[in-house]
């Protein structure tokens, strides 16, 4: 059996979510078992939507304080159930939390943990193919253990539509010590852009050095707007404090996959380019037809963004008026 860490917040699967039920069922073998781990009475509803997805059996993890994203509670819950379950395998998709998530697993378990696998065979030794330094290396490993911890770089496997899957619900209570809450959310502070989260966007405006002020940032704004997206930014820009760090991508910000990813004034960097070299269609917007980034553009305008960027405010709201 595979057994798969599915996260959610507050209840709500996201398509990394997904992406973590595709990766397990992607590793079992035909009528193998694939279970999922989902931790919290808020996730309820979501993990009865797992079924459909091809979930065998959702263990959800429910405890008085298990109220929101709670790591190592979260690997405790795991632990437990892979003492119980004897999976193949625990895997994760590998975004921030889920590698938290595992992390804090190896260190309870003991069992060897692989982050940010691009492939995986199950096996004895199991087989992996990492990216290392941001993508800058590709690592192949040898994984020597009975049931080995992995995380999937996000977009390396696509989510399945759901189908008409029939899986059950067991719900149970992890034994938690108040050291397995010390780390927990207290607070939530209001997403800065509002509206469409970054990880969620089919288009991201995204600014660099070159937009060359906070205030730049309106035509950016402007277009997002009228384009349905999300803002994105370079670190240059969230370590001047031109916009919050939640925008950042990069290596070290969120890692996007959206359909079209315009990039303005970003140099591409390759710790840039490890958060949205997946996108579907780069556009670049650079007066530097030499800059790193052309060698992923898919179209580029070369010249002064703020010249550039009017003139395709204007062009689309004609196209839309029309
Ligand atoms: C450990 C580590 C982690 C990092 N993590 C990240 C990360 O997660 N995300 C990230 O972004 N960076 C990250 N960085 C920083 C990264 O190395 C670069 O410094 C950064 O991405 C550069 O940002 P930039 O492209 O905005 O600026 P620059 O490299 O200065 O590029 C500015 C670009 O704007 C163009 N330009 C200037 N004026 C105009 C104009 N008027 N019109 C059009 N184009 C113009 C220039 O030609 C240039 O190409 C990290 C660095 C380290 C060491």
Do not use: F, K, W
């Given at each position: 059996m595979i057994l798969v860490y599915v996260d959610h917040d507050r209840g709500e699967l996201s398509e990394l979510s997904l992406q973590a039920v595709a990766l397990g069922r992607s590793l079992a073998e035909p009528d193998e078992p694939v279970d999922a781990l989902v931790v919290g009475g808020s996730a309820l509803e979501a993990a009865g939507s797992l079924a459909a997805y091809g979930i065998t059996t959702v263990h959800l993890a429910v405890h008085d304080a298990l109220t929101d994203?709670?790591?190592?509670?979260?690997?405790?819950?795991?632990?437990?159930?892979?003492?119980?379950?004897?999976?193949?395998?625990?895997?994760?998709?590998?975004?921030?939390?889920?590698?938290?998530?595992?992390?804090?697993?190896?260190?309870?378990?003991?069992?060897?943990?692989?982050?940010?696998?691009?492939?995986?065979t199950l096996g004895d030794p199991t087989q992996v193919v990492r990216a290392r330094w941001g993508g800058n290396l590709i690592e192949q490993g040898l994984l020597h253990a009975a049931t080995p911890l992995l995380t999937l770089v996000p977009h390396t496997v696509r989510a399945d539509a759901p189908g008409d899957g029939v899986g059950q619900i067991e719900e149970f209570t992890p034994e938690l010590t108040e050291a397995d809450l010390l780390v927990r959310v207290v607070d939530r502070v209001a997403e800065s852009h509002g509206g469409i989260s970054l990880t969620d966007a089919k288009v991201i405006v995204s600014g660099g050095r070159g937009v060359g002020s906070a205030e730049g940032f309106g035509l950016l704004e402007d277009l997002a707007g009228l384009l349905g997206g999300a803002i994105g930014a370079s670190r240059v820009v969230t370590a001047a404090g031109w916009r919050p760090h939640d925008e950042q991508v990069g290596q070290t910000g969120t890692k996007v996959s959206p359909d079209l990813y315009i990039a303005c004034g970003i140099s591409g960097a390759s710790q840039h380019l490890a958060g949205c070299h997946t996108s579907k269609t780069i556009l670049v917007i650079n007066n530097d037809a030499d800059a790193p980034i052309m060698a992923h553009a898919d179209y580029a305008v070369i010249g002064d963004l703020h010249k550039i960027l009017p003139a395709i405010i204007d062009a689309t709201r004609t196209a839309k008026a029309g």
């Open positions: 994203y709670t790591p190592v509670a979260s690997a405790r819950a795991a632990a437990e159930l892979a003492a119980r379950l004897a999976p193949r395998a625990v895997v994760a998709i590998g975004d921030q939390r889920g590698n938290e998530v595992m992390a804090h697993l190896g260190a309870i378990t003991d069992l060897p943990v692989a982050a940010d696998c691009t492939e995986v």
